[in-house]
C-alpha cells in the first residue's frame, strides 16, 4: 500500500523569506501527487498536482512543487511567502487503478507559522 | 456551483447516541468521498462511492460507522452508537472520479461526543 511521510511537523518562516515543504511518498510505481491546503476551520484546496511529464509543476497562489523519482520526493516550494499562507500543508498520493474513484492517501500535515 | 455542502457543521453529541453527517456533492460529480481527521491519525479515508456504489470501505472503523448514498446529490454518514473517541472533523469530498481528479472538500462537520 501507498504511503506519504511529511517530515515536518511545523514550520517558522518569515514573511518574504523562500519556504520549501517537504514530502516523500512510498509506491511501487509513480502515483499521482498533489498537495493541497487547509486554512483553519476549512476543507482543503488544492495547490497543485503531478500526473506525469514536466517534474516542475506550478500551481496556484505561487507555489511550485518538484517531483524526483529517484527520492521519491515531491518538495513543495514558494519563493517568497505571505502572511496569508499560514495554515496546514498536505502532501497526497493517489494510484491509478484503472477501476473507478479512488480515494487519496494523505501525509500527516505540516502546520506552516508565519514571523512578521 | 457553490461547492460540497456538509451539515451540519457542528454536532455536539452524547456517547450512545446516533449521529448522522449530510453531504451534498458538486453536481456532474460522480465520485464521492468521506474522509476523517483527527490530531493523532490525520487525514483517513472511510470509505468512498462511485456512481452511488460503495466501492471501498475498508477505512471504515468499525460496525457502528455505516454510509449510504441514495442519489447522486447526496451522502449519509452514521455513527450508532456514538463513542467520544469518534470526536474528529468529517470530511466529504467529490470528484470527476478517478485519482487523478481533482477531490473537491466540503468545510467539514466538527463532532464532538461527550
Known amino acids: 500500500a501507498q504511503s506519504v511521510t511529511q517530515p515536518d511537523i511545523h514550520i517558522t518562516v518569515s514573511e518574504g523569506a523562500s519556504l520549501e515543504l517537504r514530502c516523500n511518498y512510498s509506491?511501487?510505481?509513480?502515483?499521482?501527487l498533489f498537495w493541497y491546503v487547509q486554512s483553519p476551520g476549512q476543507g482543503l484546496q488544492l495547490l497543485l498536482k503531478?500526473?506525469?511529464?514536466?517534474?516542475l509543476v506550478q500551481g496556484i497562489k505561487g507555489f511550485e512543487a518538484e517531483f524526483k523519482r529517484s527520492q521519491s520526493s515531491f518538495n513543495l516550494r514558494k519563493p517568497s511567502v505571505h502572511w496569508s499562507d499560514a495554515a496546514e500543508y498536505f502532501c497526497?498520493?493517489?494510484?491509478?487503478?484503472?477501476?473507478?474513484?479512488?480515494?487519496?492517501?494523505f501525509g500527516k500535515g505540516t502546520h506552516l507559522i508565519i514571523q512578521p | 456551483d457553490a461547492g460540497v455542502i456538509q451539515s451540519p457543521r457542528h454536532e455536539v453529541t452524547e456517547m450512545g447516541q446516533e449521529v448522522t453527517l449530510r453531504c451534498k456533492p458538486i453536481s456532474g460529480h460522480n465520485s464521492l468521498f468521506w474522509y476523517r481527521q483527527t490530531m493523532m491519525r490525520g487525514l483517513e479515508l472511510l470509505i468512498y462511492?462511485?456512481?452511488?456504489?460503495?466501492?471501498?470501505d475498508s477505512g471504515m472503523p468499525e460496525d457502528r460507522f455505516s454510509a449510504k448514498m441514495p442519489n447522486a446529490s447526496f451522502s449519509t454518514l452514521k455513527i450508532q452508537p456514538s463513542e467520544p473517541r469518534d470526536s474528529a472533523v468529517y470530511f466529504c469530498a467529490s470528484s470527476l472520479g478517478g485519482a487523478q481528479h481533482e477531490a473537491f472538500f466540503g468545510q467539514g462537520t466538527r463532532l464532538t461526543v461527550v
Open positions: 509506491y511501487g510505481a509513480t502515483p499521482y
Open positions: 503531478y500526473f506525469s511529464g514536466d517534474t
Open positions: 462511492f462511485n456512481n452511488n456504489v460503495p466501492i471501498d
Open positions: 497526497a498520493v493517489g494510484v491509478p487503478s484503472g477501476g473507478g474513484a479512488d480515494g487519496l492517501t
